[in-house]
């Protein structure tokens, strides 16, 4: 039972490039949310989606898109990175009923 | 706006010690806490919640609504329970509810 698989685990990228993280999770689960882990700043929400093909902006979406084309999966793409956005990403998925989140193992980014 | 307070970063003990993490929260309703917690190289994963007031690896938590607190307490601390841990709140409600974080206690339980 897999759970949420984030990928890639790390990466590194230079300013100005694009990527996706990928997030996907086998529960059907019909919410799914990223958050992005900095020192001193907890866990922070960057967008979300309560089912497919309906997404919301969280707290810190700029910089950022994403997209819920299925249950499943659950993309972010960095449109354009800024070395701002060095952070440990964190995708999450929990049932509409339920109250516990269920967490992918994070990507680690850095951008330089 | 709903807000999670943990004011310590780092809580240093020995085995075998009372272990008490603080958390603090700022909301005019009802809230549903829980605690999370990230063992090194683990997920982050959900200890407890206290709508479950249950006890899990010896760690218990109660909702103190006068104190706006919601403090992590475990009577003797073990070298496994060095980890992460995230206060955590949402507020009940229909729709998405969001989490929102503390900014995390690192506990090191030294033997």
């Given amino acids: 039972n897999a759970g949420v698989t984030q990928t890639p685990k790390f990466q590194v990228l230079k300013t100005g490039q694009s990527m996706t993280l990928q997030c996907a999770q086998d529960m059907n689960h019909e919410y799914m949310s990223w958050y992005r882990q900095d020192p001193g700043m907890g866990l922070r929400l960057i967008h979300y989606s309560v089912g497919a093909g309906i997404t919301d902006q969280g707290e810190v979406p700029n910089g950022y898109n994403v997209s819920r084309s299925t249950t499943e999966d659950f993309p972010l793409r960095l449109l354009s990175a800024a070395p701002s956005q060095t952070s440990v990403y964190f995708c999450a998925s929990r049932r509409v009923r339920d109250t516990e989140a269920f967490f992918g193992q994070g990507t680690r980014l850095t951008v330089v | ?111």
């Avoid at chain 2, 006068?66 to 995230?86: C, I, N, R, V, W």
Wanted: proline residues 5%; aromatic residues 12%.
């Fill in chain 2, 1 to 111: 706006a709903q807000r999670v307070t943990q004011p310590e970063k780092l809580l240093s003990v020995f085995k075998g010690a009372p272990v008490e993490l603080k958390c603090n929260y700022s909301y005019s309703g009802s809230p549903e806490l829980f605690w999370y917690v990230q063992y090194s190289r683990q997920r982050l994963q959900l200890l407890l919640r206290h709508i479950s007031r249950e006890s899990i690896k010896g760690f218990t938590a109660d909702l103190n609504k006068g104190e706006t607190s919601f403090h992590l307490k475990k009577p003797f601390a073990q070298e496994e329970d060095s980890a992460m841990y995230y206060c955590a709140l949402r507020r009940p409600g229909t729709g998405f509810q969001k989490l929102v974080f503390g900014t995390g206690t690192r506990l090191l339980v030294s033997p």
